[in-house]
């Protein structure tokens, strides 16, 4: 245990080296005011690891979990090949549950990256508290996205109710400053796959960052994906159909800025195409939805219908089982449930038939995805689902995704059906 004043970063959803801000500002405070104070990290993870959602269900899936520790394990060993300090494991649990693990004198500083969920608030709030009462300081860091709020010609509280009018403020607003990047060290040759991944999975990727690093290399430069995506991005089958980032981002393995920053390399050095441009629409569209759960807190997650019981409504069993009599929706849940990862497209079939064919609560499909998502973030999540309910930002009627039509559209040779039914 420390016994002079330490320095401690709490790592939450940011299991990366490259770009990442919260520890940047740990290292630059310490040169500054005490070069020679020890350095501990406590790995945590995300909130809700060993918790339940209302409707039964553990909020990780076995697959959502290993991906988690497949990010982790890849910190882990670049950390400690890095020799950058004392590295300890506390799953799940914030600062103030940090008893036998650390304890941190007086006038030690604790950094952290800000989330936007409500838990993470939450988790943060008590932690300021908690830090108080003890002595230390604590400083929070954006650290999750493009933007942050104070580059903004307006106030987080007044962000515009609907995507749209998001985008248009920020045109207006002070242009994007990126950094200078230095291209990160820690490339793989190429992505290394999860041992257990699903033979038709179109996400078989391992967590690290440094498998990252290398898959977004082959996407933006060694193929065609970037510059094709506004093409292929509504594919179903398959690696190369859209970016395949999320899993990475979601657990902070990747620095969403630094791919902003190499598309916009990409555009400059080889010209900008319907691909680039679409792709920063699609990374602007997690922003807002970022933004929108920080400011809206517990609005995000709507009513939640606590006496509702999954295992006694036929409907939803049959959807989550992928029994429905719909063979596009059930192919996409059967893809769901047996890998964790799911394209957009059967992201909205499947959501729009819980919602409105099948007439059942949007928090309780919201919460399912929770379970299985690899990538699951609570701000796109929650936000899309509300998005395709209705309520929520960018109100309005939405209509019902005709599956039938989806499926001869989108799957017109019947293959998907067929990988998954
Ligand atoms: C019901 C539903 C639930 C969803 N839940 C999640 C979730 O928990 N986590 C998550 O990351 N995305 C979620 N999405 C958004 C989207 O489906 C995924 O981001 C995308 O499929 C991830 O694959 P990709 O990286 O290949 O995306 P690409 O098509 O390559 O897009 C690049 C990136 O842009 C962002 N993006 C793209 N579409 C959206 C969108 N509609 N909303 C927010 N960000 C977007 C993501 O960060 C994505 O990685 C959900 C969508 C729906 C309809």
Redesign the pocket.
């Known amino acids: 245990m420390p016994t002079p004043p330490a320095y401690c970063y709490w790592i939450r959803n940011d299991l990366r080296l490259h770009d990442n801000r919260t520890w940047e500002a740990l290292c630059a405070h310490r040169a500054a005011h005490a070069p020679d104070a020890p350095v501990f990290a406590v790995l945590s993870g995300p909130s809700g690891w060993d918790e339940a959602s209302p409707w039964g269900w553990p909020r990780f899936s076995e697959a959502r979990m290993n991906f988690w520790k497949s990010s982790a394990a890849g910190f882990a060993r670049a950390w400690t090949n890095a020799q950058l300090g004392e590295l300890l494991e506390c799953w799940g649990k914030a600062p103030y549950e940090w008893t036998g693990v650390l304890e941190l004198p007086q006038g030690s500083c604790l950094f952290a990256s800000r989330g936007h969920g409500f838990d993470e608030s939450a988790a943060e709030a008590q932690t300021k508290h908690w830090a108080q009462k003890n002595g230390l300081e604590v400083h929070w860091v954006e650290n999750h996205d493009v933007w942050d709020p104070s580059d903004w010609n307006f106030r987080l509280k007044d962000l515009p109710p609907t995507f749209t009018g998001f985008r248009k403020k920020l045109e207006k607003g002070t242009p994007l400053v990126l950094p200078a990047f230095t291209q990160p060290l820690a490339y793989a040759a190429a992505p290394a796959l999860l041992p257990e991944h699903h033979p038709h999975t179109s996400f078989p990727f391992a967590g690290d960052e440094a498998s990252a690093l290398a898959h977004v290399r082959r996407f933006i430069w060694e193929s065609d994906g970037l510059a094709r995506?506004k093409e292929t991005?509504n594919g179903l089958l398959g690696v190369p159909y859209?970016?395949?980032?999320?899993p990475w981002?979601?657990t902070g393995a990747l620095s969403?800025r630094w791919v902003w920053a190499e598309v916009v390399r990409f555009e400059r050095e080889r010209g900008r195409t319907d691909g680039s441009e679409w792709?920063l629409l699609?990374?602007l569209?997690?922003s807002y939805?970022l933004w929108a759960a920080r400011a809206d807190g517990p609005k995000l997650f709507g009513p939640q219908p606590a006496h509702f019981q999954p295992e006694k409504s036929s409907a939803f069993l049959k959807w989550s089982r992928g029994e429905t009599p719909d063979s596009f929706v059930n192919a996409g849940m059967h893809e769901l449930v047996a890998t964790g990862y799911l394209?957009?497209r059967l992201?909205?079939n499947v959501?729009s038939f819980f919602i409105h064919n099948l007439g059942l609560p949007w928090a309780v499909g919201a919460s399912f995805?929770e379970h299985h998502?690899l990538?699951?973030?609570t701000a796109?999540?929650w936000?899309?689902?509300a998005y395709?309910a209705g309520v929520g930002r960018n109100p309005g009627n939405r209509q019902p995704f005709n599956t039938v039509r989806q499926a001869d559209f989108y799957d017109p040779d019947g293959t998907y059906r067929r990988t998954w039914n």
Do not use: C, H, P, T
């Open positions: 995506y991005r859209s970016g395949k980032i999320s981002l979601a969403v792709f699609e990374l569209w997690r939805f394209s957009n992201r909205q959501a995805m998502l990538d699951y973030e796109s999540n936000g899309n689902w395709i």
